[in-house]
């Protein structure tokens, strides 16, 4: 370390922390200087938020040490560090819905309790507002926030206790890029009055937008930290992954081909009998993947579950090269050459306390020949399992093997061997690396160019804009169960596209 860096207020030194077999955090160190903003950058799985819990009193370290302003704190919870000065925000807020947001940041607080002490920080609260350029409604139910005003309303509550570190754990995952945005702007203001910040993080570029410092972690263990000014993308993905990095999915160009999926006016209510999708009508052509953002809970569930034939329709008409598929079964949809990715690969796509082998073959275990004559033929179902073990390469210890005890990664594999190693005509796939490492993720989308070689035409819904981008032929847009519109990729902006998921439309800039 240099002469000049100003003094760390932050030091953690051989952090460990283990969970049975699994070392989380191997020794970590690193060192977090006063006023920078210092970014934690890692895969999933690479131990960041472990570590963020462990600084944060969350969690209990099984060896090293932590100092804050150069004393070693052992913080028993999460209480016990904010009351020093550490305040974290997760990645799924802790607020209580009902409540507004003054409620929410006074409540928890010494002398909380009374409306009269909840009305004198009311005045408080609304400065912290105007310092840091938030414009909030501080007097309805923060259910009734956007995410990204929910995600202010849980910094208010650090900056309120006025810490001097703030841990934010992924913070961006759930924000449009303009969120992002004004996020980074609250960041730059905190730092300038004082404030430090460790931002998680998996995308090297907001490493590069809005930190001094970086910690890039694998497999649990610091593999450096440097200044970011001295690094660029394509280094801070080569320390991220091992080796030398190739961020272009290499598209060769494929022929939009006809109509293969057809999605016509299509309206359904969610579970809770709201209206989930208003009159959606989209159409993926062989050959193409239609790429559709959103943020989350704008619907992109209820049509990924009213595709693949679990959610009944109030009006509209689904098509499958050139069939009407609407009201079949999920089985039968399948057997029309429908494959599906889910999001939530353990609970709809997979069974997990069932083999890689028996998961291999749900869905399609009455098709020849893994079953003749209503038996199932054991040979041939292990055979297939090799042969997508050994073409995947899914690491395992074999066919038998459980899948609950895969890594994302690989359970991701098995659904997709599964989707596609049958003749199919089009598939939706929602979030499809999501977890991924950067390997996985770009061996996914090998794949996904391999099918539309073959003619396949593919729904990508996802909620990740590079994802997005990168591969997307077309891109349309659901905000609050409809489509705002569809793109060629090339020749639209992420601006237009960050705009239109928060529900902005053409020529409405307010
Ligand atoms: N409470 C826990 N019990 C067992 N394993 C855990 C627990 N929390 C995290 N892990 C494991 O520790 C590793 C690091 O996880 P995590 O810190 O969440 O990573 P990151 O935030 O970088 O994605 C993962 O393999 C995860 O499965
Ligand atoms: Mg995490």
Known sequence: ???????????????????????????????????HVHCLLGENGAGKSTLAKCIYGASRPDGGTIKFKGKEAAFSSPRDAIRQGIGMVHQHFVLAEPMNAVENIVVGEEGAGTLL?????????????????????????????????????????????????????????VLTPQEVESLFSIVRKMVESGISVILITHKMHEVMTISDRVTILRKGKVIDTVNTKDNTRASLAKMLVGREFDFVVHKEKVARGEPVLEIQDVSALRDNRSQALKDVSLTVHRGEILGLAGVSGNG???????????????????????????????????????????????????????????????????????????????????????????????????????????????????IL????????????????????????????????????????????????????????????????????????????????????????????HS
């Open 417 to 508: 061997a599964r989707e596609i190693s049958h003749p199919i005509q089009a598939m939706v796939v929602s979030s499809p690396t999501r977890g991924l490492d950067i390997n996985a993720t770009y061996y996914v989308y090998g794949r996904f160019l391999e099918l539309l070689k073959s003619g396949v035409g593919i729904l990508m819904i996802s909620e990740d804009l590079d994802e997005i981008f990168n591969v997307s032929d077309r891109i349309a847009v659901i905000y609050n169960g409809r489509i705002m519109g569809v793109f060629e990729a090339g020749e639209v902006s992420r601006e237009k596209i960050g705009l239109l998921m928060a529900g902005v439309e053409e020529d409405d």
């Open 1 to 35: 370390m240099t002469t000049d860096t100003p003094a760390p207020i932050l030091e953690v030194e051989n952090l460990t922390k283990i969970f049975g077999s699994l070392v989380a955090n191997d020794q970590v160190s690193f060192s977090v200087q006063k006023g």
């Open 117 to 173: 002490h909840i009305e004198a920080e009311r005045a408080k609260i609304q400065g912290l507002c105007q310092q840091y350029g938030l414009n909030l409604d501080l007097n309805v139910p923060v259910s009734r926030l956007s995410v990204g005003q929910q995600q202010w309303v849980e910094i208010l509550k650090a900056l309120y206790v006025g810490v001097d570190l703030l841990l934010l754990d992924e913070p961006t995952a």
């Open 300 to 414: 992109q569930p209820e049509l990924f579950d009213a595709l693949v034939g679990v959610r009944p329709l109030q009006s509209g008409r689904l098509r499958l090269n050139g069939i009407d598929i609407t009201n079949m079964s999920p089985s039968e949809i399948v057997h029309r050459g429908l494959a599906s990715v889910p999001q939530d690969r353990l609970k709809q796509g997979l069974i997990p306390e069932f083999t890689i082998e028996e998961n291999l073959i749900l869905g399609i275990h009455g098709v020849q020949p893994y079953c003749k004559r209503s038996v199932l033929n054991f040979k041939e179902i292990k055979e297939f399992a090799r042969k997508s073990i050994a073409a995947f390469e899914i690491k395992a210890s074999g066919p038998e093997q459980i899948v609950h005890q895969l890594s994302g990664g690989n359970l991701q594999k098995v």
